[in-house]
């Protein structure tokens, strides 16, 4: 077709070093390589924790109390408008009480 001899898989004889001698020697190949790949897996999710622990750390979380004054971020799909240039914030809004979990009621009347 692209005016080259193709190759067929029959072409090529195996090295001895490539045979496997039988199904066992398979089976204990193919569950050594699936360990090893299950290592690495697991080393590389210990890795991506530990490097996004790291930079969580860098965050500075905001302290409130009653009185402090707030913007409030719309739900998406709900400001009316969508798009980069959509209005994606309400505010000022006062904080009313401090709940737990960092979490904050805020009056959304004015």
Partial sequence: MFGKIARVPSNEL?????????YDDYLINLIT????????????????????????????PQKFKPG????????AGKSGKSGKFGDQYTGLHEVLEILNRN???IDKEK
């Fill in 68 to 75: 402090d004054y707030v913007i409030f971020i719309k739900e």
């Fill in 33 to 60: 390589q699936f360990h090893a790949i299950q290592t690495n897996a697991r080393e590389n999710v210990v890795e991506a924790k530990v490097k996004s622990k790291k930079r969580y750390k860098k965050i500075n």
């Fill in 103 to 105: 979490n904050v009621k």
């Fill in 14 to 22: 195996l090295n001895p070093e490539d045979k496997l001698a039988n």
